[in-house]
Structure formats: structure tokens, C-alpha cells
Nanobody, 121 residues
Framework: QVQLVESGGGLVQAGGSLRLSCAAS?????MGWFRQAPGKEREFAAG????????NYADPVKGRFTISRDNAKNTVYLQMNNMKLEDTAVYYC?????????????????WGQGTQVTVSS
């Protein structure tokens, strides 16, 4: 019912910045970004509610990453600044049928294919 396509991943040096985009088809409410590093579990990074007025961040990215959305374009963004080596992961966009932001993976019913982000020294 909802399809998500991520873009903007790539290679960046530590301390640099990247912006990820997630274009959605179909209606979305709360949305989030998750990431999965090699050999590790997928973890919550950032979430945003239906109108973009409420956000939530995981501690490792707090103060460095910013999630936002443009409902007219049905697109969500993740601005990543001051990137660290530990940020290297596949980043996934996800959409929930709930209205409020949530870090719970099971609340997200729709997922993008993922985009690779690699931070180098």
C-alpha cells in the first residue's frame, strides 16, 4: 500500500554531512529512520509524527541528525552532520500507520530498500 524509496547515501569523511531523502507513495503518518551496521541489529535513529511537529532521536545521533518532512511532497529527510565512523550503516526509511512518532520497530509497517552510508577517516 505504501512504497518508500531512499536516496542520498554514499561515502563521506568523518566530520562531514549527508542528507538522506525518502520519497513515499501512498498515505503515511508517522515516519522514521532506522539503520543497520554490519553484523548488528537494525536500530532506531530518528522518528517524526504525522505533521512534523514532534521528533524523537536515539542517543547516538542526538544533536547531530535532524529528521524533517514535507507532506506536500510526501517526503521525509534525514540531515546528518558531524558524522562519525560509527554512523556507517544501511539506512532504512519506514512508515507507520500511527500518528505519533515511535521508536518501536514493530509499529512500522512499510520499509524502503535501504541506502548505504559509509563514513571514512
Amino acid at each position: 500500500q505504501v512504497q518508500l524509496v531512499e536516496s542520498g547515501g554514499g561515502l563521506v569523511q568523518a566530520g562531514g554531512s549527508l542528507r538522506l531523502s525518502c520519497a513515499a507513495s501512498g498515505r503515511t503518518y508517522a515516519m522514521g529512520w532506522f539503520r543497520q551496521a554490519p553484523g548488528k541489529e537494525r536500530e532506531f535513529a530518528a522518528g517524526i509524527n504525522w505533521n512534523g511537529r514532534s521528533t524523537n532521536y536515539a542517543d547516538p545521533v542526538k544533536g547531530r541528525f535532524t529528521i524533517s518532512r514535507d507532506n506536500a511532497k510526501n517526503t521525509v529527510y534525514l540531515q546528518m552532520n558531524n558524522m562519525k565512523l560509527e554512523d556507517t550503516a544501511v539506512y532504512y526509511c519506514a512508515a507507520s500507520n500511527t500518528w505519533a512518532t515511535t521508536p518501536a520497530r514493530y509499529e512500522y509497517e512499510y520499509w524502503g530498500q535501504g541506502t548505504q552510508v559509509t563514513v571514512s577517516s
